[in-house]
């Protein structure tokens, strides 16, 4: 049973950094991303990590966010820089053995955590 539990949101002002966390069992040597999701919109990849090291990211967080994973401690991170009013959303963690990258299709998703940027 994989579980994810994500940490680190919270509400900053434009320009400022968080640092999102996700706690993950049993998703070793799975495809893990964060995704987002504002109110009216629907839910977009933001980055994804492979278990080789590979990454991907949104145009829009492209130099701004870092994804990585530290294999031995099972956890994804997201280094969010020069945040945006327009990054403000709910960010989730998600795993699947399959290589999905920003396909909604996971099939382990955590209960999200709130990041919101004021201007």
């Known amino acids: 049973q994989v579980q994810l539990v994500e940490s680190g949101g919270g509400s900053v002002q434009a320009g400022g950094s968080l640092r999102l966390s996700c706690a993950a069992s049993g998703s070793r040597g799975m495809c893990m991303a964060w995704f987002r999701q504002a109110p009216g919109k629907e839910r977009e990849g933001v980055a994804s990590?492979?278990?080789?090291?590979?990454?991907y990211y949104a145009d829009s967080v492209k130099g701004r966010f870092t994804i990585s994973r530290d294999n031995a401690k099972n956890t994804l991170y997201l280094q969010m820089d020069s945040l945006k009013p327009e990054d403000t959303a709910m960010y989730y963690c998600a795993a699947d053995s399959r290589v999905l990258a920003f396909s909604t299709e996971y099939r382990y998703w955590g209960q999200g955590t709130q990041v919101t940027v004021s201007p």
């Open positions: 990590a492979l278990f080789d090291g590979s990454t």
